[in-house]
């Protein structure tokens, strides 16, 4: 074994400092150890939060963990896949860039061929929040809304639809209009206080909710 005091005392520093590089040493070798078995950019990502801060280690894994997302990157199919693949990647870097625009590329595609608004809402949820094109999806999401409401019958569905509307879209408005109308006609033909109530749970106004007060009051 090593003399540890004599080796700092020829170097001219303190055995403490000696020390401390040689741990430093042996702690960044064991890493480096650790590193080559990871084989995924969700481990890569686990990994680089244990690593001190601005250390070597921090540095090494940092680089695996692009590697690897680019790598994923590359057999990465659908959506859900890249999405997934974009939560796990190193912010700003070089991955999280080329990740990003494969989904953009992904999210087109489907806006390409979507046929109605159900889809359109499952693609404008799944496309990047920062993403050009997320303004592109919605305006397809609010046209395909917009045919919808010619299909709405009762209250319930506009009701339903009116929950999912994005304020200041076009759609939104006129889903609010179409849950207006058929809340007042629904209102008018109901013929027992139970029915009345319902539409008191569901009054978004001062106007519903009095008009749903004295329909109570005239069925009593």
């Not at 979507?114 to 305006?139: G, H, W």
């Not at 939104?172 to 029915?195: D, M, W």
Request: with cysteine; glycine share 2%.
């Amino acid at each position: 074994m090593k003399n540890i005091k004599a080796i700092a005392k020829f170097i001219g520093i303190p055995p403490e400092e000696l020390k401390s590089l040689i741990n430093k040493k042996k702690s960044y070798e064991y890493f480096l150890n650790i590193l080559d078995s990871v084989t995924s950019a969700e481990h890569a990502s686990r990994l680089y939060y244990t690593a001190p801060k601005d250390s070597e280690e921090e540095k090494a894994i940092l680089v695996k963990w692009n590697e690897l997302c680019l790598k994923e990157l590359e057999t990465a199919i659908g959506i859900d896949q890249v999405r997934l693949l974009y939560d796990n990647t190193p912010i700003d870097s070089e991955s999280e860039k080329a990740v990003l625009a494969k989904w953009d590329e992904l999210c087109l595609r489907i806006l390409d061929i979507i046929e109605t608004f159900e889809q359109a809402d499952r693609l404008y949820c799944n496309t990047p929040a920062d993403s050009k094109l997320k303004m592109a999806v919605l305006a397809k999401r609010d046209e395909l809304c917009l045919k919808e409401i010619d299909n709405i019958m009762t209250f319930e569905q506009a009701d339903r639809l009116h929950r999912r509307m994005i304020d200041g879209t076009k759609s939104s408005e006129a889903v609010f209009a179409k849950r207006n109308e058929l809340f007042s006609k629904e209102l008018e033909i109901a013929t027992t206080i139970e029915q009345a109530k319902i539409f008191f749970e569901k009054a978004l106004t001062l106007v519903e909710r009095e008009a749903v007060v004295l329909k109570i009051y005239g069925l009593y």
